[in-house]
C-alpha cells in the first residue's frame, strides 16, 4: 500500500530520495516490484513477517526464500543479487585499509568475511609493530560449533613474515559471539606461543551475526 500520504514508493524516491522508503519499500524494489503501484510492497511486508528485519533474510538460502509468501524463483534470486553486492561493496572497502588502529578496523575487514557463514572459520591478522597489515590468513575452518587453531602453525607464519604482532578473528554461526571455553584455551595458549618470540597477541575478535566480542576489550589479554 501507499504511505500515510498517498505516495507511491515511486513517488517517495522521486521526492524525497531512495533513503526514505522503509524496510518493506526498499525490499519492493529489491524485487523488481512495480513501484508505481499503491500495493506494491504488499509481498515485501509479508516477508518481513517472516524475517523481521532485512539481515535476517540476507542470510537466508535463495531455494528456502522463493518458497516463503509465494516469492518465487526471480524475486529470491534479486535478494541474493543485492546481498553480494552488499558484502562485495563492503569488502572492497574494508580492502584498503592497511594499518589497524583499532578492533573496529577488524571488524570491517572481517564482517563481510564471516558473518553470514553457517559454519566456524578463524582467521590471523598478522602486523608490524606500528600496526601495519603485512597479512591475513585463514587458520581453521569447522562446523557450526567450533573450529581448529593450531598455535604452533599460527606462530610459525607469524616468524615468516617478521611479524610481531597478531590479532585472531573467527566467527559463530550460533548467534552469540560469547567465547566458548575452548575459545578461551586456545587464546590463551597462541598467547603464551607468540610470547615465547616476542610476538604479542593484540586480540582476539569472535563475529556472530549481529554482535562482537573483543578479549582485549573484554579484560582477558
Not at 578473528?169 to 606461543?193: C, F, L, M, W, Y
Request: aromatic content about 4%; glycine content about 6%; hydrophobic content about 40%.
Amino acid at each position: 500500500m501507499a504511505d500515510g500520504d498517498g505516495l507511491t514508493i515511486r513517488d517517495k524516491i522521486a521526492t524525497r530520495g531512495i533513503a526514505s522508503l522503509d524496510d518493506a519499500e526498499l525490499l519492493a524494489v529489491v524485487m523488481g516490484e512495480d513501484t508505481s503501484s499503491p500495493a506494491a510492497a504488499d509481498s515485501a511486508r509479508s516477508l518481513l513477517e517472516r524475517y523481521p528485519t532485512l539481515s535476517e533474510i540476507s542470510r537466508e538460502e535463495t531455494a528456502r526464500l522463493r518458497m516463503v509468501a509465494g516469492l518465487g524463483l526471480k524475486r529470491a534470486e534479486r535478494i541474493a543479487a543485492a546481498t553480494e553486492f552488499g558484502q562485495r561493496l563492503r569488502s572492497a572497502e574494508a580492502d584498503s585499509i592497511r594499518t589497524v588502529e583499532s578492533s573496529d578496523d577488524i571488524r570491517r575487514i572481517f564482517t563481510p568475511i564471516l558473518g553470514n557463514l553457517r559454519h566456524e572459520e578463524s582467521w590471523a591478522v598478522y602486523l608490524t609493530a606500528s600496526n601495519r597489515i603485512i597479512d591475513r590468513c585463514r587458520i581453521g575452518q569447522g562446523g557450526v560449533r567450533e573450529t581448529v587453531m593450531d598455535q604452533r602453525l599460527v606462530v610459525k607464519r607469524a616468524l615468516e613474515l617478521l611479524a610481531t604482532r597478531i590479532i585472531i578473528v573467527h566467527n559463530h554461526p550460533s548467534g552469540t559471539a560469547q567465547p566458548s571455553d575452548n575459545d578461551r584455551t586456545i587464546t590463551a595458549r597462541i598467547k603464551e606461543a607468540a610470547a615465547l618470540f616476542d610476538i604479542q597477541l593484540l586480540d582476539h575478535i569472535i563475529i556472530a551475526r549481529d554482535e562482537e566480542f573483543s578479549f582485549l576489550q573484554a579484560g582477558l589479554l
